[in-house]
């Protein structure tokens, strides 16, 4: 692959905190990497150093300052963008190891030619979306990533052309694909709860991941038994109530139950109770949902806001002929998880990370590219992700932090992925959630850049 990115804009200030930060436009990215002439992307992303003022300053010293190696975060997701650089929590614990830093807002997220219903509709029918969103997976995020490398480091010796990269969640799972499609462009990889599965269709990894989230409720219930009669409540109550949202879409029963995404973060069992109890104390008070609870609802599931979550979500594990999601999650549950089903006669499980296809007439948003969400959901043929036989053979350093009780990415794949990585470190701990880069920031990168600097004997 020889393209090479073209910067467009480019603008740089200093932020508090004593951060250089430089937005960046990127131009010349094939939307469709198999067939350039279907148009291009604008990218962008922002780099970050430090901002520093010495009292004698040195021609020489600045001009290897602005080839420190780079350190690429890839957002977890898929869908979802980057924080400002001073926003992020882990920027100065990074930058004091000697690097500078890129945030990419993968294509189709923040300022990346960003996708929403709105966008998709001006393509003028659901297989042209369909076809549209097949080309915003892994593998075109790592083509763009190739692409801005070389535009950066074009002016670098050949010793610093190579750069490392940060993943968490998703963006773990886009370093797998990146060293199994260009390790020659890595220096080292750091992954934080990401690595992926190597499965051809999203089935099994739902056969596991309900499991976990069942594990989470139960958590959930121990800790907070009166909950279960809440919970019940506010079901029924939601049955009959048809309760239109500010957005326009429609809190039922089952999009309640989605809340129990935040089962798999820090703190999330505590904050799954708040909410249930703000409902629950506004049903006896009132018998509605405040504007403020409804609100907080919303913000907590906003699949309506990140549109390539909600589509993209399962066909991020299809590999090969026949690897059709199918609404797996979706599946997957009906036949073997009846705990989930809203109708059952003990505690009312809260769902994940799923996605289903009722999901498509509940929110506001998604209604509006349902037909276009069914025809991703029938694709039976994707491009490969990963190359299990390049990475038996990977020489580029990986140290992955991989969570015992992460909700979201399954424990024991991660292992067998980790075994799969030739020379692979592994930080394990059962004391983190999916969510530790932000909620134990300082422990988990101080854990992975311990693994890179210290020997083991």
Same mark, same amino acid.
């Given at each position: 692959m020889s393209v090479v990115a073209k910067i467009l804009e480019q603008r740089t200030f200093t932020t508090p905190g004593k951060l250089k930060v430089t937005e960046y436009f990127f131009g010349g990215i094939p939307r469709d990497w198999t067939s350039p002439?279907?148009?291009?992307?604008?990218?962008?992303? $922002? =780099?970050? #150093?430090?901002? &520093?003022? @010495?009292?004698?300053? =040195?021609? *020489? *010293?600045?001009?290897?300052?602005?080839?420190? @190696?780079?350190?690429? +975060?890839?957002?977890?997701?898929?869908?979802?963008?980057?924080?400002? @650089?001073?926003? !992020?929590?882990a920027t100065h614990t990074v930058l004091d190891r000697g690097y500078q830093m890129l945030f990419l807002d993968q294509r189709g997220t923040g300022l990346s030619t960003p996708l929403a219903a709105s966008t998709l509709g001006l393509l003028p029918n659901d297989r042209a979306k369909m076809d549209y969103l097949r080309s915003f997976r892994a593998d075109s995020i790592v083509k763009d990533c190739e692409a801005i490398r070389k535009c950066l480091t074009a002016d670098f010796p050949e010793e610093k052309k190579k750069w490392s990269i940060m993943g968490q969640s998703f963006g773990g799972f886009c370093a797998t694909t +990146?060293? =199994?499609?260009?390790? *020659?462009?890595?220096?080292?990889?750091?992954?934080?709860?990401?690595?992926?599965?190597? /499965?051809?269709?999203?089935?099994?990894? +739902?056969? #596991?991941? !309900?499991?976990? /989230?069942?594990? #989470?409720? &139960?958590? +959930?219930?121990?800790?907070?038994?009166?909950? /279960? *009669? $809440? /919970?019940?409540?506010?079901?029924? !109550?939601? #049955?009959?109530?048809?309760l239109v949202l500010p957005s326009g879409g429609t809190l039922t029963p089952r999009r309640f139950q989605q809340l129990g995404i935040v089962l798999g973060f820090h703190g999330g069992v505590d904050d799954l109770h708040e909410i249930v109890l703000r409902a629950s104390n506004e049903l006896d008070l009132y018998g509605h949902l405040t504007r403020q609870t409804q609100n907080r609802i919303e913000q907590w599931v906003s699949f309506d806001d990140n549109l390539l979550y909600s589509m993209l979500h399962e066909p991020i594990y299809s590999q090969g002929k026949g690897s059709a999601a199918n609404w797996s999650a979706h599946r997957v549950q009906k036949l073997y998880f009846h705990q989930f089903d809203v109708d059952t006669s003990g505690p009312i499980y809260f769902?994940?990370?799923?996605?289903?296809? !009722?999901?498509?007439?509940?929110?506001? &948003?998604l209604r509006k590219v349902k037909g276009a969400a069914d025809l991703l959901a029938t694709a039976d043929e994707w491009p490969d992700l990963y190359d299990e036989k390049q990475l038996a053979a990977n020489t580029v350093p990986v140290y992955a932090a991989v969570y015992y009780d992460d909700m979201y990415v399954d424990y024991d794949f991660s292992m067998e992925t980790a075994r799969k990585i030739k020379g692979c470190k592994t930080y394990i701990t059962n004391q983190m959630y999916h969510n530790a880069l932000r909620s134990k920031m300082a422990e988990v990168t101080g854990a992975l850049f311990n693994l890179r600097d210290d020997e083991m004997d």
């Open positions: 002439e279907a148009g291009s992307l604008k990218l962008f992303a $922002r =780099s970050v #150093r430090k901002s &520093e003022k @010495p009292a004698d300053p =040195s021609p *020489e *010293e600045d001009e290897k300052k602005k080839q420190l @190696p780079w350190m690429v +975060y890839l957002q977890g997701g898929p869908g979802f963008e980057c924080s400002a @650089p001073q926003n !992020w929590a +990146y060293l =199994s499609m260009f390790p *020659e462009g890595l220096r080292e990889a750091f992954v934080f709860g990401g690595l992926p599965p190597l /499965v051809k269709d999203p089935d099994p990894v +739902y056969e #596991r991941t !309900w499991k976990k /989230v069942a594990q #989470r409720n &139960e958590a +959930y219930y121990n800790k907070f038994p009166e909950d /279960v *009669e $809440r /919970v019940r409540k506010i079901v029924e !109550w939601l #049955r009959t109530s048809d769902t994940g990370e799923m996605i289903f296809p !009722w999901m498509f007439e509940d929110y506001f &948003e």
